[in-house]
Each structure stands twice: as structure tokens, then as C-alpha cells.
């Protein structure tokens, strides 16, 4: 069998590419497929021929003309190398998921909504001109009481959503959006001894972690103290204090204000009647004529301190079973757009079933298969490797187009299964967490105006004019007339009266 290539660019079908690499992935390990190009740019050959943004769709099939999309996507990036006889030009791009990952979706929280409603609403609030569809949506059966995203990616507002109800999702070649259930759908395939060239798989326990611990954001939360009588004016408070209010029980109960700060407010200058020492959690009353007089009563009455404190909110989920076989593996995260405890729960749910086993990773060389689609699963047949028809989920699929590969029908490897994150993963992984963390604090919603200018036409049957003289006298801004409830005054015009037309149209 040979394999049979072409790609489009804005609808102009090239046959001529020197290679062409397609990696195709699924949106759940924060990826999204890429593809590279390089043509022979011969004398400049297509020195201005293409553009950023360009449309490009590659197809290939088996002995015969390809029909057959294998992707879709973009142009981000021209690359011309090279010199005289040896120019060549390397064309890289995303696919249309490359839009999800360059808007973010502004402020927002939905409460009590089914998870694919909230996809749905994504997608339509923040991808405009049509450029996707989203028929391919489907239903989960799981609904959140509340999620906020607070400037974050629409890819990553997904990838939550998916992560939640245990769903992926991808783009596909004709540029719709599509919402699926993990390891429900079966490409049919069988990897074995009759197509696998060459394979590894490896299993690793780097990325277990059975106790998980999730910190969402700080909340205030309200506190009362009670304190008895007691010998001097420091009161020790259980936690730092923020909005502190102070009731002295003297007869009748005095509610003391204002407060200050220690080392920063002087109650001997000022009128404080309290102080607060928030990195000792400490509250003094003070005394004395310019604080107010205090003593009568400090030491010997009962005060009553009302504050809030501020306190992360925090979900801890363990596996008992994992934590026996593994021994306990402890992941910590931090993640200030989460704003309620059930959104922290459901946030460690997750990553605890997502983390609390070993992960296998297949990486594969084929022969004589060609069309893939990565989230379906297969069934994999190797017994050396001691997998005997199992069913793993199809990660990514790589196509490395070149004449030579082409003529020997080996143009894939795909990966199987659960991915073990490499130094890519971990790259991207920390600037989504920067990301998140710069966006944490901007939670206010702006309001967008657009302008422009254009023609409306308005078909009628009749119309009716009304016209209205202003008269001979029309006084403003005159000395003497244009005072307010004054009978000399005139403010505004002196008219003749009114006179209606109405004419057929």
C-alpha cells in the first residue's frame, strides 16, 4: 500500500509538500494538535504566498486520491531557511483549538447548571464570527452547584468542565467542537502483532498521589471572644483579626470606636480607644483624656471582641486502598479561582481519581493504519509486554508524511492509555498555575461599547411629520431671563403652535 497526500491553503490544493508532520491530541492532557509543513521555496517559489491565519487542510489515503481530512487548522508561523538553490519554507500551525487557547473568558460564575449548558455557554459568549460549531456537545448528567472562572483561557475553563464530569474533547476537521465521554467511544482497532512495528510501554509511579489537599480562596468568616476579667488591656485573640469591632461591658455596654493600629496610630495624640496587632493576633484597649477614658472599667468588665478571620478554603480527599499498596503520596493544590467548598471538593474528587493509580503510557510504530481519532479507544495485544486484549484510550496520533514513509505505508505512532507528563507538561502546567495566579484578584466585569456606522432601511405604509415653530421670541442665556421662579423672567422659546401633515408613502 502507498499512502497519498495533499494539503489545501485558502482552498488551493499543493501536492508538492517535501514533508508534512501531523500530531493530533485530545484537549485533556492540555494539548491541542499542531502540524508542520516545508516546502521547497526554489528560487522563491512562494515567497508571498501564504499568510498568518491561513486555512490549511491536510488529507491523505491509501491507494488512491486523497479524500480523507487527517487535519485542520491554522497558519501561525512562516519560516524561510536557506539560500539560492536551497530555500526552503516551514509552514507551522494549531488546529482551531488554537482560538480556544487565546481568549479568556472574562469573570464569571454558574450555579446549578448541567456541565454541557455550561460548555455551550462558553463556546457562544466567547467564540464569535462562526469560526466553530459545537453540534458535537453532549450531555453528561452531571451538574455543578457553582464554578467561577476568573480570567482563564476558554481552553482551560473546558478542560475544568471536562475534568469534572469525566468528559474530553477536541476539534475536528470541519471546524466542529465536540464534548465526549471518556472511553466511550471504540475506533474498532486492534493493535497487534499484524500492524505494530515497533512499541514501549512503561509503567511508573512518578505521578501517584492519594492524598490530595486542595486550597481554594481566603473567605472571611465571622468570630466572637469572650474575655472575663482579667489584670491589663492585651486581649489574645485565636486568630488575626480584620474588621474588629469592641464592646466594653460598663453600665450600660459601650461600643468602642474608632480603632487604630499598633506602631502606626499614637492614642496618645489621636482618639483611638483600640489597637490592633494583627501579626500577634493581640487587641489593647487604650486610656488616658485624648483616647477616651477607659479605665473605669478596663480589668475589672467583661469584654466582648467580634472580628473576621480569614481562612483558606481547603478539601482533603485520601485513598485508603492506593495508600496501602503505594504508601501515602501527598499532591497540594493551590487555586485562588476556587470560591466555594463544593467547587474544592469536586476539584480534589478529580484529581484524586485521576492520580491515585500507576499510569501507563504505549507509545507505538504502525503499519497499514491510517485513520485514527484520538479519544477513542483500541485494543492492544502484546504479550511480551504482558498486555493481553486490553482496552487503552488513544492519547495522541503522530503522521510523519515523507515520500519514503509514504511508500511503506508507516507513517503513525500513536500513544496509548494515561500520559506521563515530560518536561513539556510540566512547562505548560506552570504557566497555566501563573496564569491563574495573576488573574485571581481581577474579579469585575467590564463593559464593552462597540461604534459604528451604517444604513438601515425601514419599510412603511404612511408616515406623519410634525412640525413645530420655535416663534419670534426665543430668550436663553440672557441677563434677566433665565432665572428660575422669577414672573420676569422668560426661560426657553415663545412658540406659535403646532401643525401635523400626514401624507402617503
Same mark, same amino acid.
Given at each position: 500500500?502507498? =499512502?497519498?497526500? &495533499?494539503?489545501?491553503?485558502?482552498?488551493?490544493?499543493?501536492?508538492?509538500?517535501?514533508?508534512?508532520?501531523?500530531?493530533?491530541?485530545?484537549?485533556?492532557?492540555?494539548?491541542?494538535?499542531?502540524?508542520?509543513?516545508?516546502?521547497?521555496?526554489?528560487? !522563491?517559489?512562494? @515567497? /508571498?504566498?501564504?499568510?498568518?491565519?491561513?486555512?490549511?487542510?491536510?488529507?491523505? +489515503?491509501?491507494?488512491?486520491?486523497?479524500?480523507? &481530512?487527517?487535519?485542520?487548522?491554522?497558519?501561525?508561523?512562516?519560516?524561510?531557511?536557506?539560500?539560492?538553490?536551497?530555500?526552503?519554507?516551514?509552514?507551522?500551525?494549531?488546529?482551531?483549538?488554537?482560538?480556544?487557547?487565546?481568549?479568556?473568558?472574562?469573570?464569571?460564575?454558574?450555579? #446549578?447548571?448541567?456541565?454541557?449548558?455550561?460548555?455551550?455557554?462558553?463556546?457562544?459568549?466567547?467564540?464569535?464570527?462562526?469560526? =466553530?460549531?459545537w453540534t458535537g456537545v453532549n450531555a453528561t448528567g452531571t451538574t455543578v452547584e457553582r464554578i467561577t472562572f476568573n480570567n482563564?483561557?476558554?481552553? +482551560?475553563? %473546558?478542560?475544568?468542565?471536562?475534568?469534572?464530569?469525566?468528559?474530553?474533547?477536541?476539534?475536528?476537521? @470541519?471546524?466542529?467542537?465536540?464534548?465526549?465521554?471518556?472511553?466511550?467511544?471504540?475506533?474498532? *482497532?486492534?493493535f497487534d502483532n499484524t500492524n505494530i512495528t515497533d512499541a514501549k510501554f512503561r509503567t511508573t509511579d512518578d505521578e501517584i498521589f492519594n492524598n490530595i489537599i486542595v486550597y481554594g480562596d481566603r473567605q472571611f468568616t465571622a468570630s466572637r471572644e469572650v474575655f472575663g476579667a482579667q489584670a491589663g488591656s492585651m486581649y489574645q485573640l485565636d486568630d488575626k483579626p480584620s474588621n474588629v469591632g469592641v464592646i466594653g461591658s460598663a453600665d450600660p455596654n459601650v461600643y468602642l470606636q474608632p480603632g487604630g493600629i499598633i506602631s502606626v496610630d499614637d492614642p496618645g495624640t489621636g482618639s483611638v480607644q483600640f489597637l490592633v496587632n494583627y501579626p500577634a493576633s493581640q487587641i489593647i484597649l487604650t486610656s488616658g483624656t485624648a483616647a477616651g477614658d477607659n479605665t473605669g472599667w478596663i480589668g475589672s468588665k467583661a469584654v466582648i471582641i467580634e472580628y473576621q478571620r480569614s481562612s483558606p478554603l481547603a478539601s482533603i480527599r485520601r485513598d485508603d486502598t492506593s495508600i496501602s499498596v503505594y504508601g501515602q503520596k501527598d499532591k497540594i493544590v493551590v487555586d485562588r479561582n476556587i470560591k466555594d467548598i463544593y467547587e474544592a471538593n469536586t476539584k480534589a474528587d478529580t484529581l484524586l481519581s485521576e492520580f491515585k493509580d500507576p499510569k501507563i503510557q504505549g507509545d507505538i510504530d504502525l503499519n497499514g493504519v491510517l485513520a485514527v481519532t484520538p479519544g477513542n479507544t483500541a485494543t492492544v495485544n502484546i504479550p511480551f509486554h504482558n498486555i493481553g486484549s486490553e482496552t487503552y484510550k488513544i492519547l495522541n496520533a503522530k503522521y510523519n508524511f515523507t515520500p519514503r514513509n509514504n511508500l511503506?505505508?508507516?507513517?503513525? $505512532?500513536?500513544?496509548? /492509555? &494515561?500520559?506521563?507528563?515530560?518536561?513539556? #507538561?510540566?512547562?505548560? @502546567?506552570?504557566?497555566?498555575? %501563573?496564569?491563574? =495566579?495573576? !488573574?485571581?484578584?481581577?474579579?469585575?466585569?467590564?463593559?464593552?461599547?462597540?461604534?459604528?456606522?451604517?444604513? *438601515?432601511?425601514?419599510?412603511?405604509? @404612511?408616515?406623519?411629520?410634525?412640525?413645530?415653530?420655535?416663534?419670534?421670541?426665543?430668550?436663553? !442665556? %440672557?441677563?434677566?431671563?433665565?432665572?428660575?421662579?422669577?414672573?420676569?423672567?422668560?426661560?426657553?422659546?415663545?412658540?406659535? !403652535? $403646532?401643525?401635523?401633515?400626514? &401624507?402617503?408613502?
Open positions: 500500500m502507498v =499512502i497519498k497526500t &495533499k494539503v489545501e491553503i485558502q482552498s488551493v490544493e499543493y501536492t508538492d509538500a517535501e514533508t508534512m508532520v501531523v500530531n493530533r491530541s485530545i484537549g485533556e492532557n492540555n494539548t491541542i494538535s499542531s502540524f508542520e509543513i516545508v516546502f521547497s521555496n526554489e528560487n !522563491g517559489q512562494y @515567497d /508571498n504566498t501564504f499568510s498568518l491565519n491561513n486555512d490549511v487542510i491536510i488529507y491523505a +489515503d491509501k491507494d488512491a486520491s486523497p479524500t480523507t &481530512k487527517i487535519f485542520r487548522g491554522i497558519i501561525e508561523r512562516l519560516t524561510y531557511t536557506g539560500r539560492q538553490q536551497t530555500e526552503r519554507l516551514r509552514i507551522t500551525g494549531r488546529d482551531y483549538g488554537a482560538i480556544l487557547q487565546d481568549i479568556l473568558v472574562s469573570p464569571r460564575i454558574f450555579k #446549578d447548571m448541567e456541565v454541557s449548558h455550561i460548555v455551550k455557554a462558553l463556546l457562544i459568549q466567547n467564540i464569535v464570527n462562526g469560526e =466553530i460549531t482563564i483561557s476558554v481552553f +482551560d475553563a %473546558l478542560k475544568r468542565l471536562a475534568d469534572t464530569s469525566g468528559f474530553y474533547f477536541y476539534i475536528d476537521e @470541519d471546524k466542529n467542537f465536540h464534548f465526549v465521554q471518556r472511553d466511550s467511544v471504540s475506533s474498532g *482497532l486492534t511503506s505505508d508507516n507513517v503513525l $505512532s500513536v500513544s496509548l /492509555n &494515561k500520559k506521563i507528563a515530560d518536561m513539556t #507538561d510540566i512547562t505548560k @502546567d506552570i504557566l497555566l498555575r %501563573l496564569k491563574k =495566579i495573576e !488573574g485571581s484578584e481581577v474579579e469585575t466585569s467590564l463593559t464593552l461599547i462597540e461604534t459604528a456606522i451604517d444604513s *438601515l432601511s425601514v419599510e412603511v405604509s @404612511d408616515y406623519n411629520v410634525i412640525s413645530r415653530s420655535i416663534g419670534s421670541g426665543f430668550y436663553f !442665556g %440672557l441677563p434677566g431671563h433665565n432665572i428660575f421662579n422669577d414672573t420676569d423672567s422668560l426661560y426657553g422659546d415663545m412658540r406659535t !403652535g $403646532s401643525e401635523v401633515i400626514s &401624507k402617503p408613502w
